[in-house]
């Protein structure tokens, strides 16, 4: 009796090493949840935020699930980045606003600046986030709060010839 071969699928030929990079990414490709994504800034700051839409499952974030409504930063809740109840209110305003607290899991990455730079550049995110999610329900809202309005102050320059400082002059010598 002759022997017929049985042609091998083209996958069978590749060996996957499950705890391979590629794979890893691949995966996490096929798992991935809607978000929306936008950046905000202030002063020196610069926050990359993520508005996750997952309303059922948990968000499965660096290899930590997060309950809907959790907000990191920097991978930490939020509390724990900004402490105290002024920021609590600070941060949650665009949600409170738009009427959207806890709908959303909340993932930024903000680089650069000091703190009140860097929640002010989170508020300019999220809210960014927010009018892409619904633009004719949300940017009204958030236009007439002025969230949206990316904050022009900057750290004015230090000008050469002068002192230390960008505006401070040099003493002059008494006559």
């Given at each position: ?168 002059k040099k003493q002059s010598p008494k006559r």
């Open positions: 009796m002759p022997r017929i071969k049985k042609q091998k699928n083209s996958l069978d030929k590749l060996k996957i090493d499950k705890n391979s990079k590629k794979f890893q990414k691949k995966l996490s490709d096929d798992k991935k949840s809607s978000f929306y994504q936008a950046v905000g800034r202030r002063k020196e700051s610069t926050a990359r935020v993520k508005l996750f839409l997952e309303r059922e499952n948990d968000i499965v974030i660096k290899d930590k699930r997060i309950p809907t409504g959790t907000i990191l930063i920097n991978y930490r809740p939020i509390e724990e980045y900004f402490p105290g109840e002024i920021n609590k209110k600070i941060y949650l305003e665009p949600f409170r606003v738009t009427n959207t607290l806890g709908r959303f899991t909340v993932s930024a990455v903000i680089e650069g600046g000091g703190l009140s730079g860097q929640l002010g550049a989170f508020i300019h995110g999220v809210s960014r986030a927010l009018e892409k999610v619904d633009k004719e329900k949300y940017r009204p809202i958030l236009k007439k709060k002025s969230f949206l309005t990316r904050d022009p102050r900057m750290k004015e320059r230090r000008k050469a010839g002068l002192a230390q400082k960008a505006r401070a």
